[in-house]
């Protein structure tokens, strides 16, 4: 797994570890920002197809569960053509 991929698994953890209020504090929004930041570099570099494989990897980093994606697919929509 590329350091990227390790990024994205342990900012979602964080995320998802958060409750509606943690996620409105400066590090809530630093965290979004920053998964975002990620899909909107994938985006440029490499579409849709970049992005799918980021999502791929890091989902199955942790066995498919879709813990990781479903808040990818939320965290990402409107980015590029990515729609949740």
Do not use: C
Request: charged share 25%; no cysteine; net charge negative.
């Amino acid at each position: 797994m590329d350091a990227i991929d390790r990024v994205i698994v342990e900012l979602v953890r964080q995320w998802d570890a958060m409750d509606s209020d943690e996620r409105n504090t400066p590090r809530g929004h630093a965290i979004l920002k920053d998964v975002q930041l990620i899909g909107q570099t994938a985006a440029f570099f490499g579409g849709y197809s970049a992005m799918k494989q980021l999502h791929d990897v890091a989902e199955n980093h942790v066995g498919n569960d879709n813990s990781i994606g479903y808040w990818l697919n939320r965290m990402w929509d409107g980015i590029g053509s990515w729609l949740s």
